[in-house]
């Protein structure tokens, strides 16, 4: 008997039945991935010439909430300003909407009859990646090029907004009214699905789900799918609508907001200041069209930046905290910088992830001083949040951030961190965060994205190949 049980604890090996494997798979070379198109909504403005320019001219998009802000359409008054009143967060970051220059208009992207499915984080999505598509001249009508074109749009939370209506339907008990686009318009994936079936797109359909981090994690899945062959073109970047009464309630009890300044909102969100108390929640998207570089120049399109590199890693750490040692966004620029084959002192610029919370903010400080070491304690590297104008757009926050950067080489000016008057003593010597902006050479930038869970990534960008 116990012989038996001895043979039943052997391990079963098992054989191939096949008397030969397969060659390899062809090996393919790395093909090199540009930018050729940039589209932008944010709280700063729609369009990405709006947003640049308030940006450099140090403008801020924070403004105060108000009830009307928190989208309870469906709830009573009393309802609506007992949950205003509750929330301890008072200031958001919010796309200006109207029929101006610089506006979002509402009535085209979110009230047509042709966009009954669409919530707003998507139409966000639609309306910056069509200025994306006409920056870049890329709207093909052959099938050939259209199946070489791919879309890798993500978002953070989706519609909550639409959820909380749907609820409220079951409290009153009148769930038959359920709309049917119910569940397409909370799919964070359906941004991804409407850019595809409006262009007729038939390359890589994909979406980033990784909280703070995914538009960077977007762009650089999207130069992945471009190098390995997957697509020519890809359509990729972030989206988020987040302003609304359970997102921001939310936040609120994690202790993640900006409190202190409800009665001074622009200078409420405040990176790497010793003041800072939590972030300002905005929204918005950035979207960016990628392409290989031949084939951006076989068309003769306009060439911004090439994405030289791209890193992630995970801190293995807390749910929503970074070490102080900032060990993950260590990893993360490392891997970015040896893909790029740039030496740390051949970065010039950096856009910070910084969100204006106490612990985040100086772990980032810190991973960025032990990666970049004598490069930043000299001064020679530019550093700065854009959070200051745009509050934190969480699922967008790292597409429009990594605009920001190929914009910064694109016309030599990095723009600056606003609120800083008195930085956190982690900065000393030359090193120092960018207060105002600053006219420079930037020929390599690179621009970083943490979230929740952990996760990292990092984006280096470079001046157009000659």
Known sequence: M??????TRRPIRRRCLSSQAFDPPPAA?????????????????????????RLVDERCGVRALTPADL????????????TYDQLTAKVAAIVPCGKGEGKFDEEQWLQSKDH???????????????????DANWLPTEPEKKERTGVSIGGGIGSISDI???????????????????????????????VSMKYGFQGPNHAAVTACATGAHSIGDATRMIQFGDADVMVAGGTESSIDALSIAGFCRSRALATKYNLLPQVSSRPFDCDRDGFVIGEGSGVMVLEELNHAKERGA??????????????????????????????????????????????DYINAHAT?????DAAEANAIKSVFSDHATSGALALSSTKGATGHLLGAAGSVEAIFSVLAICHGIAPPTLNLLNPD???????????????MQIRAALSNSFGFGGTNASLLFACPPT
């Open 302 to 347: 306009k060439i911004y930046a090439e994405v030289r590199g791209y890193g992630m890693s995970g801190d293995a750490y807390h749910i929503t905290q970074p070490h102080i040692d900032g060990k993950g966004a260590i990893l993360a620029m490392t891997r970015a910088l040896e893909q790029s084959g740039l030496h740390p002192n051949q970065v």
């Open 29 to 53: 070379p790395r093909r090199r991935v540009v930018v050729t198109g940039l589209g932008m909504v944010t709280p700063l403005g729609c369009g990405v010439g709006e947003t640049w320019r």
């Open 164 to 194: 909380l209506d749907a609820a409220q339907l079951i409290c009153d008990k009148h769930l038959r009214r359920l709309s049917p686009f119910f569940i397409p318009r909370i799919l964070i994936n359906m941004a991804s699905g409407h």
């Open 425 to 439: 003593p982690v900065f000393h010597d030359g090193y120092l965060p960018l207060s105002t902006s600053k006219k």
């Open 71 to 82: 989208r309870m359409d469906g709830f009573d008054e009393a309802t609506v300003m007992h």
């Open 116 to 134: 009954r499915s669409t919530s707003r984080f998507i139409a966000y999505a639609l309306c910056s990646t069509e200025e994306a598509l006409r």
């Open 356 to 360: 204006s919370t106490p612990l985040g």
């Open 2 to 7: 116990e012989a038996l049980r001895r043979i």
